[in-house]
């Protein structure tokens, strides 16, 4: 009864995108959007709960550092290109009546993209604007239930067979008076328009079932699209790592050429190679773009291994996407690390899990994890804050920016189901803050170069030592077991804290 489905499905999916649930892709896994910044004079903490499908509602959660903040305005649009430069009518976030400086909203996001979510504040030191990039994407269908299904194909059954009544006797009896019966020939013609009308019903339900069809199709298309893409890994010689990006839908490749992907702080990939399992090695590594699109890199020295891939790309849209591979090296005996080229290496995840809140760094001092709240949960935002200390255990007071940021900090989930690279500015993309930013696209965003780098506020613009501590705005997305890894600069050498973290 394909009819009948067609017509429940299609009032369905109004149901459906009315009671969207929410939940979490650039990075792996963790698709909410973290982000700490300045709008004017005020500082704020936002978070974005992407919905599961587009369109659908996003939730906006924003707190304020102080108790200024009178109004909040927030309204999504694209990042870049024409559609940055007309903002829709905003939206007024709600203020909590217990909190004064916590806000919320909910916004619809009508296409999946790059998009931003411009947030417009008023208070007692005036107005103030900032925007947040938001790497829109539809995560999965969801499926209808099947009581929902049952009612639905009822009620279109009594539609369809209403209308062909309802035809019928408004022939027979529409111009009848009280007490009068039906004529033979009025009965004959009514018999007619019925067979007319259900013709004519059926041929609406057909029509209604390949648009539906249509849609869905296209939607599906989409969640495929926006899937984390493949990396697909070959190794040259033993120690030359080559890289392509393979969608998970033919049509990937025509939606994001690798040609054209921008640099997202200072490189066009970001390629971590992982040990796997146990998360017991991590190399930071730049790989540089070569013919086809596909990227290379010469290993710097590793031992044999089994290596998971998360390769992090930026669009020219200011979409950001991992790739995700895995590679099986042999022994390697390469360069040197040089440049923003790290690696770290140390124990294993412990099989049962582990929770720890000081790493040992390379240079002989400490970066301890200054944990606010015990146990930790999914799905809460937090400020994950890390000082560093030098072999005595005094503040460091030589840290330096790293890639033009205080700190770099890559949260995996040790079953590698989750990645995501975060910064003193949060989870979303710095290229993207800069499109956001400027309004332009990737291309004329080059025009740009002479321009800082969009550089978190904690960053002065001397020479002048970073403070000894740094924090990352993030949310564990699910429980399970996690390892951090907090890259950091100091005299000159990169430094990397690990951490492992029981999330529940
Ligand atoms: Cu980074």
Same mark, same amino acid.
């Given at each position: 009864?394909?009819?009948?489905?067609?017509?429940?499905?299609?009032?369905?999916?109004?149901?459906?995108?009315? %009671?969207?649930?929410?939940?979490? +892709?650039? #990075?792996?896994?963790?698709?909410?959007?973290?982000?700490?910044?300045?709008?004017?004079?005020?500082?704020?903490? %936002?978070? &974005?709960?992407?919905?599961?499908?587009?369109?659908?509602?996003?939730? *906006?959660?924003?707190?304020?550092?102080?108790?200024?903040?009178? /109004?909040?305005?927030?309204? $999504?649009?694209?990042? @870049?290109?024409?559609?940055?430069?007309?903002?829709?009518?905003?939206?007024?976030?709600?203020?909590?009546?217990?909190?004064?400086?916590?806000?919320?909203? @909910?916004?619809?996001?009508?296409?999946?993209?790059?998009?931003?979510?411009?947030? !417009?504040?008023?208070?007692?030191?005036?107005?103030?604007?900032?925007?947040?990039?938001?790497?829109?994407?539809?995560?999965?269908?969801?499926?209808?239930?099947?009581?929902?299904?049952?009612?639905?194909?009822?009620?279109?059954?009594?539609?369809?067979?209403?209308?062909?009544?309802?035809?019928?006797?408004? %022939?027979?009896?529409?111009?009848?008076?009280?007490?009068?019966?039906?004529?033979?020939?009025? /009965?004959?013609?009514?018999?007619?328009?019925?067979?007319?009308?259900?013709?004519?019903?059926?041929?609406?339900?057909?029509?209604?079932?390949?648009?539906?069809?249509?849609?869905?199709? +296209?939607?599906?298309?989409?969640? +495929?699209?926006?899937?984390?893409?493949?990396?697909?890994? +070959?190794?040259?010689?033993?120690?030359?790592?080559?890289?392509?990006?393979?969608?998970?839908?033919?049509?990937?490749?025509?939606?994001?050429?690798?040609?054209?992907?921008?640099?997202?702080?200072?490189?066009?990939?970001?390629?971590?190679?992982?040990?796997?399992?146990?998360?017991?090695?991590?190399?930071?590594?730049?790989?540089?773009?070569?013919?086809?699109?596909?990227?290379?890199?010469?290993?710097? @020295?590793?031992?044999?291994?089994?290596?998971? *891939?998360?390769?992090?790309?930026?669009?020219?849209?200011?979409?950001?996407?991992?790739?995700?591979?895995? &590679?099986?090296?042999?022994?390697?005996?390469?360069?040197?690390?040089?440049?923003?080229?790290?690696?770290?290496?140390?124990?294993?995840?412990?099989?049962?899990?582990?929770?720890?809140?000081? !790493?040992?760094?390379?240079?002989?001092?400490?970066?301890?994890?200054?944990?606010?709240?015990?146990?930790?949960?999914?799905?809460?935002?937090? @400020?994950?804050?890390?000082? %560093?200390?030098?072999?005595?255990?005094?503040?460091?007071?030589?840290?330096?920016?790293?890639?033009?940021? /205080?700190? =770099?900090?890559?949260?995996?989930?040790?079953?590698?189901?989750?990645?995501? =690279?975060? =910064? $003193?500015?949060?989870?979303? !993309?710095?290229?993207?803050?800069?499109?956001?930013?400027?309004?332009?696209?990737?291309?004329?965003?080059?025009?740009?170069?002479?321009?800082?780098?969009?550089?978190?506020?904690?960053?002065?613009? !001397?020479?002048?030592?970073?403070?000894?501590?740094?924090?990352?705005?993030?949310?564990?997305?699910? $429980?399970?077991?996690?390892?951090?890894?907090?890259?950091?600069?100091?005299?000159? #050498?990169?430094?990397?804290?690990?951490?492992? /973290?029981?999330?529940?």
């Amino acid at each position: 009864m394909n009819k009948f489905q067609l017509r429940a499905s299609t009032l369905a999916v109004f149901v459906i995108l009315l %009671v969207a649930a929410l939940s979490l +892709n650039a #990075h792996v896994g963790s698709p909410d959007v973290y982000y700490e910044g300045d709008a004017g004079s005020y500082h704020l903490f %936002v978070t &974005v709960r992407q919905p599961q499908v587009i369109p659908g509602v996003a939730e *906006i959660q924003i707190r304020c550092a102080k108790n200024e903040v009178r /109004a909040i305005q927030i309204v $999504p649009m694209r990042l @870049s290109g024409a559609g940055s430069s007309y903002p829709p009518t905003p939206d007024l976030a709600e203020q909590s009546k217990e909190d004064p400086q916590f806000f919320t909203g @909910s916004l619809w996001l009508m296409e999946s993209g790059a998009l931003q979510v411009r947030v !417009s504040v008023e208070g007692t030191k005036g107005k103030g604007e900032l925007s947040v990039p938001v790497p829109a994407a539809a995560q999965k269908t969801l499926k209808m239930e099947r009581p929902l299904w049952g009612m639905l194909a009822l009620l279109m059954i009594f539609l369809a067979l209403g209308i062909v009544f309802i035809a019928g006797a408004a %022939v027979r009896e529409g111009n009848l008076g009280p007490g009068e019966t039906p004529a033979p020939g009025r /009965a004959r013609r009514a018999r007619v328009v019925m067979v007319i009308a259900a013709v004519v019903v059926a041929g609406i339900l057909y029509l209604g079932r390949a648009w539906w069809i249509a849609e869905a199709n +296209n939607y599906q298309r989409n969640v +495929n699209i926006f899937k984390p893409p493949a990396a697909e890994t +070959n190794l040259e010689n033993g120690n030359r790592l080559v890289i392509r990006a393979k969608g998970q839908d033919a049509q990937w490749s025509k939606y994001v050429k690798m040609e054209e992907v921008i640099p997202d702080h200072g490189h066009l990939m970001h390629l971590f190679m992982i040990g796997a399992p146990g998360l017991d090695r991590m190399w930071h590594l730049h790989p540089g773009r070569i013919a086809g699109g596909a990227f290379g890199e010469e290993l710097p @020295s590793m031992p044999a291994g089994q290596y998971q *891939i998360f390769a992090d790309i930026v669009d020219k849209d200011g979409f950001p996407w991992t790739l995700v591979g895995n &590679v099986e090296v042999a022994q390697v005996e390469g360069k040197s690390l040089a440049g923003d080229d790290s690696a770290w290496s140390g124990s294993a995840v412990a099989a049962q899990g582990g929770d720890s809140t000081v !790493s040992q760094l390379a240079d002989g001092g400490h970066m301890v994890w200054r944990r606010a709240t015990d146990p930790l949960k999914a799905s809460v935002p937090m @400020s994950f804050k890390f000082s %560093v200390e030098d072999k005595d255990g005094n503040p460091a007071k030589d840290m330096e920016p790293y890639m033009g940021m /205080a700190g =770099h900090a890559e949260f995996v989930s040790t079953d590698m189901s989750v990645f995501a =690279h975060v =910064h $003193p500015a949060g989870s979303v !993309s710095m290229a993207a803050l800069e499109l956001a930013r400027t309004g332009q696209t990737g291309a004329s965003g080059e025009l740009q170069a002479g321009m800082p780098m969009p550089i978190p506020m904690s960053m002065p613009m !001397s020479s002048a030592p970073l403070p000894p501590e740094v924090s990352f705005p993030y949310g564990f997305p699910r $429980p399970g077991q996690y390892r951090i890894f907090v890259q950091i600069k100091r005299a000159g #050498h990169i430094q990397t804290g690990v951490f492992d /973290a029981r999330v529940q």
